[in-house]
Each structure stands twice: as structure tokens, then as C-alpha cells.
Nanobody, 127 residues
Framework: QLQLVESGGGLVQPGGSLRLSCAASGFSLDYYAIGWFRQVPGKEREGVSCLSVRGGWTSYADSVKGRFTISKDKAKNTMYLQMNSLKPEDTAVYYC????????????????????WGQGTQVTVSS
């Protein structure tokens, strides 16, 4: 069964850092573009970042550019989102996702492009 299992969410003060993990099972992330998304109540899920299949291309939302970093570890078949300099407006449920759609050397931050989703993990930034 193809699954993505997230961990690493929690409560952090403004300016702090968190590292989210997403472990894939049943398939290899080597052949998928990956992405991180977030959602708050009453709003649409938004694309935070994505990473191309070969890992040579990334895309970030303007709101997180320079603060967040997406990556993956092939040996562990796990993807990560390193979040630094966190702000209260970063508070959301964060979802990892994988896409079987080919984007060539790029990737998409659009929700509809992704086939597999993690269960979500809450990130709360508050003093």
C-alpha cells in the first residue's frame, strides 16, 4: 500500500524552527515529484514548496522563500521540510504529497497535480 506518514509538527515560538518529516512506503520517492502544502480552516490548501523528480529544481511560495527548505533522503525514502524563522502566519496543518505526473526538470505546487498525500501534521507558531 502506498503511504506517506508525517511527523515533526508541534508548537514553536515565533522565530523558532521545526523540521517536518514524511516517510514514504510502498513506492519510491525517486520517481515522484514531491511537495509540501498547508491549510488553515476556511481556506484552500496552498502549495508551500515542491521538488522535482531528480531533485534539481525547487519552487517556493513567496511567503516562505528564504525561510523554508524542501529536501529528500533517498536512502530513507523520506522527504523533509525545514522551517526556520517561523511566523504566527505559518500556523497551519502541513501536508506532504507525491506526484506521479511528469514535470520534466521542474515541479508543480498545485494541489491537483498530486496523487498521494500524508495525513497532515499541525504546526502552531505562537508565543
Amino acid at each position: 500500500q502506498l503511504q506517506l506518514v508525517e511527523s515533526g509538527g508541534g508548537l514553536v515560538q515565533p522565530g523558532g524552527s521545526l523540521r517536518l518529516s514524511c516517510a514514504a512506503s510502498g513506492f519510491s520517492l525517486d520517481y515522484y515529484a514531491i511537495g509540501w502544502f498547508r491549510q488553515v480552516p476556511g481556506k484552500e490548501r496552498e502549495g508551500v514548496s515542491c521538488l522535482s523528480v531528480r531533485g534539481g529544481w525547487t519552487s517556493y511560495a513567496d511567503s516562505v522563500k528564504g525561510r523554508f527548505t524542501i529536501s529528500k533522503d533517498k536512502a530513507k525514502n523520506t522527504m523533509y521540510l525545514q522551517m526556520n524563522s517561523l511566523k504566527p502566519e505559518d500556523t497551519a496543518v502541513y501536508y506532504c504529497a507525491a506526484s506521479s505526473t511528469s514535470f520534466g526538470s521542474s515541479c508543480s505546487r498545485g494541489v491537483s497535480a498530486y496523487n498521494y498525500w500524508g495525513q497532515g501534521t499541525q504546526v502552531t507558531v505562537s508565543s
